[in-house]
């Protein structure tokens, strides 16, 4: 985050050569003050000849004091109303929670990473042939087979019809019966191995999986929620009553 210090102390150095004792005067694009203009669309400052650009707190604090000519403003008073307007260095403390969001978003989808790959490593133990039966391993319906049924042993023993309703809710009507006859005919003619500890693991993982993808969901959320409150900030860096910048 910005230091209001640094910030303020850089507008000193560029009031130095001109007092802030003049009447302002407001227009369409800009403030006047005798010979120095604040254009506010462009963000930039104009004196003697020379136009520099400022940052959007510094835009902000020369707006705090061209509307305050003949007073005399403290620091105090620039903290406070960049502060108690919710403007001081928002932008930079929307910016950093972006980033902060997206590498935490990335941290998590890569141990999501990984703990499919360890799926699909018990998969190729427990009951090989499935790969080859659908789409992907990991897909909703799949998951809910493996956590009722985490083992070809286990599929080719499951009573059809709550194999079947099972796959049917986990798929949203899209697999059904016939599906579940074709998992249990793989299963009992399987190659995969029948050990209970590696199942429990198989259904502990995709567990984990689970709550990663809410986790994830919330990140991305709080992530869209940070973006919208920078661009608000971004579209208003100024109090809307200004004459013409509203528009």
């Known amino acids: 985050m910005l230091d209001i ?3 303020i102390k850089h507008f000193e150095n560029i009031f130095a050569s001109f007092t802030i004792e003049q009447i302002g005067k407001e227009t369409d694009r800009y403030l006047l ?4 203009s604040l254009w506010l669309e462009t963000g930039t400052i104009e004196a003697g000849g020379k136009q520099a650009e400022l940052t959007k707190n ?15 403003c403290t620091r105090a008073d620039l903290v406070e109303y960049l502060w108690d307007n ?12 972006l980033k ?3 590498r935490y978003r990335f941290d998590k989808v890569k141990e999501r990473a990984k703990l499919k790959s360890s799926v699909s490593r018990l998969v190729c133990i427990l009951f090989p042939e499935l790969e080859r039966l659908v789409p992907t391993l990991h897909m909703a319906s799949v998951y809910a087979l493996l956590c009722g049924f985490p083992s ?9 019809t ?5 796959l049917f809710d986990s798929s949203k009507g899209r697999y059904g019966k016939d599906t579940a006859v074709m998992f249990r005919d793989a299963a009992r003619s399987s190659i995969g191995s029948h050990m209970p500890a ?10 984990l999986i689970r709550e990663l993808a809410i986790e994830i969901d919330e990140i991305e959320a709080a992530s869209n929620e940070s973006w919208m409150k920078k661009s608000n900030r971004q579209s208003l860096p100024f109090p809307v009553s200004v004459t013409g910048w509203a528009q």
């Open 198 to 207: 590696k199942s429990l693991k198989l259904k502990h993982t995709i567990k």
């Open 5 to 7: 210090n640094i910030e």
């Open 58 to 72: 510094e835009l902000r604090i020369m707006y705090y004091l061209f509307e305050h000519d003949g007073v005399i």
């Open 152 to 160: 070809a042993d286990a599929v080719a023993n499951a009573h059809l």
């Open 86 to 97: 919710r403007l001081y260095s928002d932008t930079s403390y929307h910016n950093e929670e």
């Open 33 to 36: 003050m005798r010979e120095v």
């Open 162 to 166: 709550g194999l079947s309703n099972l």
């Open 100 to 102: 902060s969001l997206t």
